[in-house]
């Protein structure tokens, strides 16, 4: 007799528009470390991304909402940073908590599934 | 005013069991490709897949699961070929299902989403 497998399920999922790519798990990981740093070049040093492509994925994000949400400060005496919009905060706490919905309904789901069944 | 984004969602998932993946979407593919040609061989050129490629994702699925999900036929004049077995077929079942399931829930829950309520 053949013993049966646990059978687990992952997911990943991505929030898009009619222009592309607006939030994923590496999106919102960059966000949230900008809210840690207060910077994006800080932020996308700890990811080992470069500065470039942190800016491009901020302007992507950004361009896709109404109101941006990276915010860039200008001068002072650190030279400036970045720091999080509302709309920003509350873009992390959306796409998690959608994560997280989609992961305990598809872990339900797994428990009605027998793919040993033959 | 800023225009409101047009927002959809879409995902990916994974079966997995202690010993890896077990089912994703390429997976899936590869077995409907095998059922339609009856030879891995075929299925993997179809896919533009290497041979090896393919062997070695039959076996990972066949070696996960309580009795395999693709038979090798040997011999015979075209020299065998494989098919899907019942479990081969209900895992390709259950994943589009689950996958449908997933995406309609998704979606779902994208109606009540407000990121630009700030």
Avoid: C
């Avoid at 900008?34 to 994000?61: P, R």
Wanted: without cysteine.
């Amino acid at each position: 007799m053949a013993t049966k497998e646990e059978y687990t399920i992952k997911s990943r999922i991505w929030i898009r528009t009619k222009n592309g790519a607006f939030l994923g798990f590496g999106r919102v990981a960059l966000l949230k470390k900008i809210d840690e740093y207060g910077s994006i070049s800080k932020a996308a040093a700890d990811m080992k991304m470069s500065y470039k492509k942190a800016w491009e994925l901020v302007n992507s994000m950004n361009s896709q909402h109404s109101s941006p949400l990276v915010i860039r400060k200008i001068g002072g005496k650190g030279g400036g940073g970045s720091v999080l919009s509302a709309a920003g905060k509350n873009a992390i706490k959306v796409f998690e908590d959608l994560a997280q919905k989609n992961d305990d309904f598809l872990n339900d789901r797994m428990k009605e599934i027998q793919f040993d069944d033959e």
